[in-house]
């Protein structure tokens, strides 16, 4: 089983719709991440966790939204889509404790298309 | 602010080396990562070298960093058409939360 799994991983809705996509890890790691990719862009960063009562913004957060469930879930919300929010999103992990920033651990993606 | 960049295309033929670079901004990085993403797949960790260190080699793969340029390289010898895939470099500030990914390069292995 993959350590860290998004759901769903396709995904194509309409315009004004709300999404909500989930990620849950069994790496046992209390940072976790949410990206988006576009082509020739690279990783940009959402938001992000540090802990279940910790949320901080990303450098692109305006359009979504989070919650952290649970240490092991983490989920983005796109309150009404718009058609510039279709990407590539990724969820990660990390473990918190050591020096420095540890590697982070990615999902498979989700392909989300909104029309 | 912190900025990685990498070209965005590269190709090579099969057997030959490949040398992917990257150049990074932040100076207080402790760790330098390289990321590789095949197609339909996330972003998997392929090594990173501590700010300390000049050179990691790990089979095919050896990273240099330049912390004066402000320079990493990825080279991987005897490339392989399992290597094509886009490679991504990444920085980590020491004082800061977050990672800061380049935008990736495209390896093409032609036959």
């Known amino acids: 089983d993959a350590d860290v799994t998004q759901t769903p991983r396709n995904r194509i809705t309409k315009t004004g719709k709300r999404i909500m996509l989930e990620c849950s890890q069994t790496k046992g790691h209390d940072r976790m991440y949410w990206y988006r990719q576009d082509p020739g862009l690279g990783l940009r960063l959402i938001y992000y966790s540090f802990d279940v009562k910790d949320i901080n913004k990303g450098e692109i957060s305006d359009g979504y939204s989070v919650s952290r469930q649970a240490q092991a879930k983490f989920s983005l919300s796109l309150e009404s889509a718009i058609p510039n929010q279709t990407a590539l999103y990724f969820c990660?992990?990390?473990?918190?404790?050591?020096?420095?920033?540890?590697?982070?651990?990615f999902g498979d993606g989700t392909r989300l298309s909104i029309l | 602010g912190e900025d990685v960049e990498q070209s965005l295309f590269l190709s090579v033929r099969e057997g030959d080396s490949s040398v992917i670079n990257c150049t990074y901004t932040?100076?207080?990085?402790?760790?330098l990562y390289w990321y590789k993403q095949e197609p339909g797949a996330g972003l998997q960790l392929l090594t990173y070298i501590f700010s300390n260190m000049d050179m990691k080699q790990d089979q095919r793969l050896t990273v240099l960093l330049n912390k004066k340029d402000k320079h990493l390289s990825l080279r991987i010898a005897d490339t392989q058409t399992g290597d094509s895939a886009i490679y991504f470099c990444?920085?980590?500030?020491?004082?800061?939360?977050?990672?800061?990914f380049g935008p990736g390069t495209r390896l093409s292995v032609l036959p």
């Open positions: 990444a920085e980590s500030p020491n004082y800061g939360q977050n990672f800061v």
């Open positions: 990660a992990t990390s473990d918190g404790t050591g020096f420095g920033n540890q590697p982070q651990h």
């Open positions: 932040d100076s207080s990085s402790t760790y």
